[in-house]
T-cell receptor
Framework: DAGVIQSPRHEVTEMGQEVTLRCKPI?????LFWYRQTMMRGLELLIY????????DSGMPEDRFSAKMPNASFSTLKIQPSEPRDSAVYFC???????????????FGQGTRLTVV | LAKTTQPISMDSYEGQEVNITCSHN???????ITWYQQFPSQGPRFIIQ???TKVTNEVASLFIPADRKSSTLSLPRVSLSDTAVYYC?????????????FGSGTRLQVQP
């Protein structure tokens, strides 16, 4: 498996524009996570899905942020409209937690570096 | 969710053993302890996990005392490439909440 794949790797956009970040988790993984990392706030959990269903979106900063997982192999994180304070590295991660599987290992993508000007 | 506390930064030299201690005083019965490593411009990477006593793999050892209120990640004979941020996490293994919550981490700088 190629691991968790995120696209684009870098995104520069103007304030007010819509931004869509994409993630392909590792096949067979049942959990998918979206994180945001900045120098000031560190690595923050935004939202996570279990079997394509959103479980906890309490980390989503505001209504401008939305995430979907239409199927087991694809997820998006959308920001509309984008603002300069959204500039950060956004990571997607996936994890397998099958029955009786005591495994805390999550696999992270390379991240998308978003710059909003 | 159990809160973790670890040193903000540590310095070491090549070839030395590095021990990073993390405290998690309110760890619950069903929590596991896990450590991740993050290099600049990369996502975090799993290093090791444990529940109690000692766990060792090809990268590190994890020591967990009987009360499980702390844990120590041990990196044997570090090299320059071990310079990274190391995160200690407490992960709930009950169904319903499988998210990984990261704290501030420990920034390890290895000098030649």
């Amino acid at each position: 498996d190629a691991g968790v794949i995120q696209s684009p790797r870098h995104e520069v956009t103007e304030m007010g524009q819509e931004v869509t970040l994409r993630c392909k988790p590792i096949s067979g993984h049942d959990y998918l996570f979206w994180y945001r990392q900045t120098m000031m706030r560190g690595l923050e959990l935004l939202i996570y899905f279990n079997n394509n269903v959103p479980i906890d979106d309490s980390g989503m900063p505001e209504d401008r942020f939305s995430a979907k997982m239409p199927n087991a192999s694809f997820s998006t994180l959308k920001i509309q409209p984008s603002e300069p304070r959204d500039s950060a590295v956004y990571f997607c991660a996936s994890r397998y937690t099958g029955t009786g599987h005591m495994n805390t290992e999550a696999f992270f993508g390379q991240g998308t570096r978003l710059t909003v000007v | 969710l159990a809160k973790t506390t670890q040193p903000i930064s540590m310095d070491s030299y090549e070839g030395q053993e590095v021990n990073i201690t993390c405290s998690h005083n309110n760890i619950a019965t069903n929590d596991y302890i896990t450590w991740y490593q993050q290099f600049p411009s990369q996502g975090p990477r799993f290093i090791i996990q444990g529940y109690k006593t000692k766990v060792t793999n090809e990268v590190a050892s994890l020591f967990i005392p009987a009360d499980r209120k702390s844990s120590t990640l041990s990196l044997p004979r570090v090299s320059l490439s071990d310079t990274a941020v190391y995160y200690c996490l407490v992960v709930l293994m009950d169904t319903g909440r499988r998210a990984l919550t990261f704290g501030s981490g420990t920034r390890l700088q290895v000098q030649p």
